[in-house]
């Protein structure tokens, strides 16, 4: 019986480049967070005014910018640690993080100041957690791309 050997390589996955892509997912929930709050504050002339455990705050353009990218740097992490040790990561994470977005809501709907500031805020959460979810599912390495990513 004859072998037949080839000088062809087996074609391997083409590598995603999964930082690149969940950092653009970061800078632009941070981007656009930070773009709703001037459209919301400065140019609808709403304000952001919550009380967290008896103390009243004013939700500025620094602490939405620093709480989403926050967010979504955890969003990423978890990510990464399911990809590490769960088979069905992808399928894991987004229902954990669908369902951390939705409990979100409570935050803003219970300690938002008059009706306009807890629309307003809901909304930060509601936005952040579609560019967030939308775009880390989208990158979420299958568990045959990541056992190619190991060699």
Same mark, same amino acid.
């Given at each position: 019986?004859?072998?037949?050997?080839?000088?062809?390589?087996?074609?391997?996955?083409?590598?995603?480049?999964?930082?690149?892509?969940?950092?653009?997912?970061?800078?632009? %929930?941070?981007? =656009?967070?930070? +773009? &709703?709050?001037? @459209?919301? *504050?400065?140019?609808?002339?709403?304000? #952001?005014?919550?009380?967290?455990?008896?103390?009243?705050?004013?939700?500025?353009?620094?602490?939405?910018?620093?709480?989403?990218?926050?967010?979504?740097?955890?969003?990423?992490?978890?990510?990464?640690?399911?990809?590490?040790? %769960?088979?069905? =990561?992808?399928? +894991? &994470?987004?229902? @954990?993080? *669908?369902?951390?977005?939705?409990?979100? #809501?409570?935050?803003?709907?219970?300690?938002?100041?008059?009706?306009?500031?807890?629309?307003?805020?809901?909304?930060?959460?509601?936005?952040?957690?579609?560019?967030?979810?939308?775009?880390?599912?989208?990158?979420?390495?299958? %568990?045959?791309?990541?056992?190619?990513?190991?060699?």
């Amino acid at each position: 019986m004859q072998t037949i050997t080839s000088s062809v390589p087996i074609a391997q996955p083409a590598k995603r480049r999964t930082d690149r892509s969940r950092l653009l997912v970061v800078g632009v %929930a941070t981007i =656009a967070s930070a +773009a &709703w709050w001037a @459209v919301l *504050v400065p140019v609808g002339g709403l304000t #952001l005014d919550a009380r967290q455990g008896g103390v009243l705050q004013h939700v500025g353009a620094p602490a939405v910018a620093i709480s989403t990218a926050l967010i979504a740097l955890a969003g990423w992490a978890l990510l990464a640690i399911l990809e590490h040790y %769960a088979i069905g =990561a992808r399928k +894991a &994470w987004t229902i @954990v993080a *669908v369902i951390s977005c939705l409990m979100s #809501l409570g935050s803003p709907l219970t300690g938002g100041i008059g009706v306009g500031a807890k629309l307003g805020l809901a909304s930060f959460h509601l936005l952040v957690g579609a560019i967030v979810i939308f775009g880390l599912h989208r990158t979420a390495l299958s %568990a045959q791309d990541r056992c190619y990513e190991g060699n």
